[in-house]
């Protein structure tokens, strides 16, 4: 057996992945305890203003991690780039059935970056972070109101008969009524799609650490590690043009 060690995942792509990870369990345990405030008996003022201005806070820092990943994809290094994470191009549907007929016989070919049904995981995996993150900076301004939309809320609410400036969370008489109740309307579908999507994102995580773990076992290559050390170290040549460690 010979084993020859590559380098694949360069330094800033891995700190997005244990950012966003990090960022991703702080924002579920949180939004977890919102979700279920009234069964923990968590009053509005300071309880839930506190969680939600913490979990807004958590949120800029995965939304700009997530931002800074989307800018290195088209200048980081040739697997941190789109043209190596997403599905298409050149020959990739003869890829994927092969990829797909190896897989099935137990031999499918071998891969340094992602692998063509990765490339489609991956995709899917990055839209639903991008919803989320969409949907929590509407709803930072419209529970806490907080950038980038918390102005705009808090001028919303006030109406004619208050001022924006005097607007607090959970303070009904800092508030025109009838405002407030029209941009809670305006909330309502955002934080169906911000509560579901958090659910299906959990979903698609825990099958990329079973599949991620799978894969080590069976294959070896070091998938794991090499999001620490940016190196795999694998026994047939990859099929993706890798760069070679001497």
Same mark, same amino acid.
């Given at each position: 057996m010979t084993l020859r060690e590559y380098r694949v995942w360069d330094r800033s792509q891995r700190i997005f992945h244990w950012v966003n990870a990090l960022a991703v369990l702080t924002l579920a345990a949180i939004g977890t305890v919102i979700l279920n405030s009234d069964a923990l008996g968590i009053p509005d003022d300071p309880g839930m203003v506190g969680l939600k201005t913490v979990h807004v806070y958590a949120g800029y820092v995965f939304v700009s991690n997530l931002a800074w990943r989307i800018v290195w994809g088209f200048i980081g290094g040739p697997f941190a780039r789109w043209r190596a994470l997403l599905p298409g191009g050149a020959g990739? %549907?003869?890829?994927?059935?092969? *990829?797909?007929?190896g897989l099935r016989k137990g031999q499918a070919p071998v891969y340094l970056g992602h692998n063509p049904l990765a490339r489609i995981f991956f995709s899917v995996?990055?839209? *639903?972070?991008? !919803?989320? @993150?969409g949907t929590g900076l509407i709803l930072a301004g419209t529970d806490v109101y907080m950038p980038p939309f918390g102005r705009t809320m808090a001028e919303w609410v006030a109406a004619d008969t208050h001022d924006p400036a005097l !607007?607090?969370?959970?303070?009904?008489?800092?508030v025109n009524a009838e405002a407030y109740k029209e941009m809670r309307a305006f909330r309502s579908p955002i934080v169906l799609v911000h509560?579901?999507?958090? *659910?299906?994102? +959990?979903?698609? =995580? @825990?099958?990329? =650490? =079973?599949?991620?773990?799978? +894969? &080590?076992?069976?294959? %070896?290559?070091?998938?794991?590690? @090499? +999001?620490?050390?940016?190196?795999?170290?694998?026994?047939?040549?990859?099929?993706? @043009?890798? &760069?070679?460690? %001497?």
């Open positions: 990739y %549907g003869r890829r994927l059935a092969d *990829f797909v007929r995996l990055m839209l *639903f972070l991008l !919803v989320q @993150a !607007v607090k969370p959970y303070s009904p008489d800092t509560e579901n999507n958090f *659910f299906l994102l +959990m979903t698609l =995580i @825990a099958i990329h =650490i =079973i599949v991620a773990l799978v +894969m &080590e076992v069976r294959e %070896g290559g070091a998938i794991i590690s @090499a +999001m620490v050390t940016g190196k795999k170290i694998l026994e047939q040549p990859p099929e993706d @043009a890798p &760069e070679e460690l %001497g």
